[in-house]
């Protein structure tokens, strides 16, 4: 069966560090892949997709970047965070047209 | 544009009372439809799913049906339990560009004993 894992759980960071949050998938090959961003008591904010290695379509303008250095793996990024870059961001993969399957979130608080 | 609105929360009932969540979405060509639940602190998972017009998703006692007359997903429970408090999210799939997704904003339902 399919898993998604995402890590860190948490993180709490200083405005102006940089930022790496890593998601992988387990199972499937080939799989769509998807970062959200949702803040407190807000719906989801796509923020980046992939349908393949190396393959990122951005969706809003923003201080972060994405890349998908292998088939199952997609890495947010930034250089330096900005107290608007707190919030829960959300991995999902997919396959096609069919189901998006969310991982468990990483929470991100910028100080 | 492609889209999916919700009903605003948050929402609260007391144990055993009917629930409806009213979903309606605008969509070029032919959209899968979902429900998805997101407890406190925890990512989505899926509630159900429905792939063409008047198909009926179900699960856990919640129902939607796929009404392509009213582009409308209304999520229905018949008597919700505490545990039933969360975040409940509309969401519409289309066949493009890596299978974009749209969700509403999410209502929020907490149940009282």
């Known amino acids: 069966s399919q898993t998604i894992h995402q890590w860190p759980a948490t993180l709490v960071q200083p405005v102006g560090s940089p930022l790496s949050l890593e998601c992988t998938v387990e199972?499937?090959?080939?799989?769509?892949l998807y970062w959200y961003r949702q803040a407190a008591g807000r719906g989801l904010q796509l923020l980046f997709y992939s349908v393949g290695i190396g393959q990122i379509s951005s969706e809003v303008p923003q201080n972060l970047s994405a890349s998908r250095p292998q088939d199952r793996q997609f890495i947010l990024s930034s250089k330096k965070l900005l107290l608007s870059d707190s919030g829960f961001y959300l991995c999902a993969w997919s396959l096609d047209t069919d189901t998006q399957y969310f991982g468990p979130g990483t929470r991100l608080t910028v100080l | 544009g492609d889209s999916v609105t919700q009903m605003e929360g948050p929402v609260t009932l007391s144990e055993e009372a009917f629930l409806t969540i009213n979903c309606t979405y605008t969509a070029t060509g032919y959209p899968s439809l979902f429900w998805y639940v997101q407890y406190p602190g925890e990512g989505l998972q899926l509630l159900l799913k429905a792939t063409k017009a008047d198909d009926k998703g179900s699960n856990k006692g919640f129902e939607a049906t796929y009404r392509k007359e009213t582009t409308s997903f209304h999520l229905e429970k018949g008597s919700v339990q505490v545990s039933d408090s969360a975040v409940y999210f509309c969401?519409?799939?289309?066949?493009?560009?890596?299978?974009?997704?749209?969700f509403g904003t999410g209502t929020s339902l907490t149940v009282i004993p």
């Open positions: 969401a519409l799939s289309l066949p493009k560009g890596g299978n974009q997704f749209y």
């Open positions: 199972g499937t090959s080939n799989p769509n």
